[in-house]
């Protein structure tokens, strides 16, 4: 049995991570997060990504019947011709270029990507491809980042079935980071990738292996920064979304859904998770080539009732402590049934 309290490099974010899995069973009488029970309509008038529904823009969406995207109507980035502020060094300023868009899943209110059939889930795959491939030929836009925030203990505004994109045109510190980490990595091991070197290696094989594909795999990460943390990484080294063919994309697709399905059952409801598609930035760098595509998925729950908080210690040192051994959690993730949903 590893070590259950003990440093674990993030080759990725070039970060330790301290996996203190004790912690995770002392008691707790903090904050319980309420589990909601409420009918949800297939069609909320009220809502604004419904179909049909006028948004507070005042713009009429359409009645979509297939994934749907459109711009932001409450947007963090704007176009291009905003100026640029200041240089005072101590105070630097810079116009927030670029573009938000709201990715719509499905037309239903009610659904989630867990209910989507095969036919559907690939349709918001095939959106995912569209929308970063027309994004990213914008000679404006550094990084293209999608993601999904779904269930109110992440905060989202809006629950019906939808992701988002934030287009800049710069690129994050993340970014950047996961950038650097894996072209320094390909020039010191004789042009080997980084993340296909990692899930190489034998404990992505057994103990932090959730499913295996023909063309992806599951993993818990080794260093695991939240719970239940889980990567869906591609066998061949891909740098986004888009350069898959559709029998990659289906699996990609399907294997997404059933990791959604996997954390519905272990956390007993539609589980709040906050997912990114850490697609390779698009500006100019060389250094885009050696970036490798993967789904992050990051359930903000330790358990059923009880969210996973950031503490003084990790907000003060930006070393995050892991309540719970990695290795159980894709032992628990294995144990779920990701064919049937949840009742």
């Known amino acids: 049995m590893p070590a259950e309290h003990q440093w674990r490099w993030q080759p990725l974010l070039e970060q330790w991570v301290l996996i203190a899995a004790a912690s995770g069973s002392r008691p707790w009488s903090g904050a319980s997060v309420a589990q909601h029970t409420e009918t949800v309509p297939e069609h909320d008038p009220d809502c604004y ?8 823009s005042g713009d009429i969406n359409p009645n979509y019947t297939a994934p749907w995207a459109f711009d932001n109507d409450f947007a963090s980035l704007l176009p291009h011709e905003l100026e640029d502020g200041g240089n005072d060094p101590l105070h630097k300023t810079a116009a927030a270029r670029g573009n938000c868009r709201v990715l719509c899943w499905h037309p239903s209110h009610n659904k989630t990507l867990a209910d989507c059939s095969e036919g559907e889930i ?8 569209s929308e970063y491939a027309s994004i990213s030929a914008d000679d404006s836009i550094a990084q293209v980042m999608m993601f999904e925030n779904k269930g109110k203990e992440v905060g989202v505004s809006n629950l019906h079935p939808h992701g988002q994109i934030y287009a800049a045109d710069t690129v994050s510190d993340y970014g950047r980071r996961i950038r650097l980490s894996q072209h320094q990595y390909k020039q010191a091991n004789n042009g080997q990738q980084l993340l296909q070197t990692l899930i190489a290696r034998d404990e992505y094989k057994d103990a932090l292996l959730v499913e295996q594909g023909t063309h992806f795999k599951t993993i818990v990460p080794f260093a695991a920064r939240l719970p239940y943390e889980t990567w869906i990484v591609p066998l061949r080294h891909v740098q986004s979304v888009d350069r898959f063919d ?16 996997r954390y519905d059952q272990l956390f007993r409801r539609s589980a709040p998770i906050m997912t990114v598609f850490q ?13 490798c595509f993967h789904i992050a998925l990051q359930p903000p729950l330790r358990d059923s009732d009880t969210l996973k908080y950031f503490a003084g210690y990790e907000a003060s040192s930006n070393n995050v402590v892991n309540p719970i051994q990695p290795e159980n959690a894709a032992a628990a993730l294995r144990d779920c049934s990701p064919e049937v949903q949840p009742t």
Request: aromatic residues 6%; hydrophobic residues 40%; contains cysteine.
């Open 49 to 56: 990504l419904c179909p049909g529904v006028t948004r507070a």
């Open 122 to 129: 690939l349709e918001v795959a095939k959106l995912w491809q």
């Open 279 to 291: 697609n390779a930035p698009c500006d100019t760098s060389q250094a885009n080539a050696d970036w």
């Open 246 to 261: 559709l029998e990659e994309l289906l699996e990609l697709s399907l294997m997404y859904q059933r990791q959604v399905r």
